[in-house]
């Protein structure tokens, strides 16, 4: 089974530029995970999506933050503009719903210069 | 918002050795989940606890959840280098969130 594919695997932009990230989950989770993590830190949950429904974005910055799974499949999340400070390593994972134990891809790790 | 505190933050410790390390919260869990993360990889599940009190293993790994539902311990037994990550813990409130903690990296020298 082919485990959540992220890409790119690295990002380096510019400040003010916009940047966006990819994500395929496993097949048949209906449940999708954004989440950001600094260095040396625990991953902190951006957005999570059950299907196509946005059912928890409450820690989403939304003025330069958005995020979208139209077929309730594939998922983009898409920073603009990007600032210094959101370099990090943006991380998507996907479950089974009801279940709450997500499959982590490997991640974007963002510098934003 | 549910914070969970690990400790120690930092543990370099000998192949062979034993340790432990900590995950607090003083809010309750609906259960709480146990990950290892290496460089460059996303976080891998290695267990879920649910009942206070409850015991699991994982070969060298053992796992307690406080009988409060509070508080979950990792024991490793015997520390290989291949053990070496950020273990991390997350705990599922009863608003569905999984929240985790701000983890321990585990560094263990041959």
């Known amino acids: 089974e082919a485990g959540v594919v992220q890409s790119p695997r690295y990002k380096i932009i510019e400040k003010k530029q916009p940047v966006a990230f990819w994500c395929n989950p496993i097949s048949g989770h209906n449940t999708l995970y954004w989440y950001r993590q600094n260095l040396g830190q625990g991953p902190e949950l951006l957005i999570r999506y059950e299907n196509e429904e946005a059912v928890d974005d409450s820690q989403l910055p939304k003025d330069r933050f958005s995020a979208e799974r139209l077929k309730g499949v594939d998922s983009t999340l898409k920073i603009q503009p990007a600032e210094l400070g959101d370099s990090a390593v943006y991380l998507c994972?996907?479950?089974?719903?009801?279940?709450?134990?997500?499959?982590f891809g490997s991640g974007t790790r963002l510098t934003v210069v | 918002t549910q914070l969970l505190e690990q400790s120690p933050q930092f543990l370099s410790i000998q192949e062979g050795e034993n340790l432990t390390v900590y995950c607090n919260s003083s809010?309750?869990?609906?259960?709480l989940q146990w990950y290892r993360q290496e460089p460059g990889e996303g976080p891998v599940l290695l267990v879920t606890v649910v009942t206070g009190g409850e015991v699991k293993k994982l070969k060298r790994l053992t796992f307690q959840f406080g009988d409060a539902r509070k508080d979950s311990s990792l024991h490793i037994t015997a520390a290989q280098p291949g053990d070496t990550g950020l273990y991390l813990c997350a705990g599922l409130f009863g608003n569905e969130k999984l929240t985790f903690g701000t983890g321990t990296r585990l560094t263990i020298i041959p």
């Open positions: 809010s309750v869990f609906s259960s």
């Open positions: 994972a996907s479950s089974k719903s009801g279940q709450f134990s997500p499959t």
